[in-house]
């Protein structure tokens, strides 16, 4: 069969066949029928997580596929498939054949198709336990999200305007506005400093999704007793903040730490799946081969790019 191999960090991925997996305890044989490539796999195959599979090793911690063989699932049964050691402490998704710890395993529905399935547990779940597990957001609430275009960003603008709050999405450039739901009002932040766009805002809840100088101007928006929940830095990983005034605003940031909520991320996993099926929640996702591995790690590292990369064996 075909996996995708790394041999070294920061080596270029490649294609080999490698012996199919056999079933053993504790574990299910999958056939894969897409496999997410996100940042974890990216931050594991430069050598900047804390651990990683010997080398050579097949990346990919999330995945979709179908079961072939096990214990506890029926032959047949889709299935998705995330964490438990994938692709951090042994081979993970990007092949054509899996033996997946059963604990790694979900249920798929049929009405969601095996990329979306294969992409929605980290941005889906995050979303959802940012907004109902650790700011805990109320209806008629003013919610701003930051970087409300990725795949996080725009499922918490989505979530939130469900929850009954008033969303503003912070975005980019104007080319992403026609992106945004209808009910959100939506903010162009430019390439320039972000404080003068933000000027005009005012917040209950920060969600901020992209760090730097974005997170440092929008926490000056949010009302004195007011929240801020921090997901992701792609923007930078370090803030600047004038103490006194801060404190004076009294702000609580509350950081997103999927690791120690992933109970509560499988928790909210039916359901999120249900509204996927059903069309209430929308995630974008561009399909690549698996020859095609090292184009979608180079493309989730773009600044402005939408949804989630996934590779899908070719039959």
């Known amino acids: 069969m075909k996996a995708v191999r790394v041999h070294a960090f920061d080596a270029p991925p490649v294609v080999e066949e490698v012996p199919e997996p056999r079933l053993r305890p504790g574990r299910t044989l999958v056939r894969m029928e897409a ?41 047949g049964q889709r299935v998705w498939l995330r964490g438990s050691g994938l692709g951090t402490l042994f081979d993970g998704t990007w092949c054509e054949q899996i033996d997946a710890p059963d604990e790694a395993l979900g249920l798929l529905p049929d009405a969601v198709p095996a990329t979306l399935g294969s992409a929605f547990f980290s ?123 801060f404190l004076q605003r009294d702000v609580a940031l509350l950081p997103l730490n999927m690791f120690r909520r992933e109970a509560a991320g499988r928790a909210a996993a039916p359901e999120l799946l249900a509204r996927l099926a059903d069309g209430r929640l929308r995630l974008e996702v561009q399909p690549f081969a698996l020859e095609e591995a090292a184009a979608a790690m180079d493309w989730i590292g773009r600044r402005g790019h939408r949804g989630r990369a996934v590779l899908v064996p070719r039959r």
């Not at 050579?56 to 096990?70: L, N």
């Not at 980019?172 to 000027?199: E, H, N, T």
């Open 123 to 245: 941005p889906c779940t995050s979303a959802w336990v940012a907004l109902h597990e650790v700011a805990r957001v109320r209806a008629g609430e003013r919610v701003l999200v930051t970087g409300a275009t990725g795949a996080v960003g725009s499922l918490l603008v989505q979530l939130a305007l469900d929850a009954g709050a008033e969303v503003t999405a912070a975005v980019r450039s104007a080319a992403q506005v026609q992106a945004m739901p209808a009910a959100a009002k939506v903010l162009v932040l430019g390439d320039d400093d972000p404080s003068a766009a933000l000027a005009s805002v005012t917040a209950d809840l920060l969600v901020d999704t992209v760090g730097g100088p974005v997170l440092a101007a929008a926490l000056t928006r949010v009302e004195a007793g007011g929240r801020a929940v921090l997901v992701g830095y792609t923007a930078g990983n370090a803030l600047a903040l004038d103490l006194a005034h």
């Open 35 to 75: 496999a997410t490539v996100g940042h974890i796999d990216r931050t594991v195959w430069r050598g900047s997580f804390l651990k990683h599979p010997p080398f050579p090793y097949t990346p990919g911690v999330e995945g979709a596929g179908v079961v072939i063989a096990s214990a506890s699932l029926a032959p």
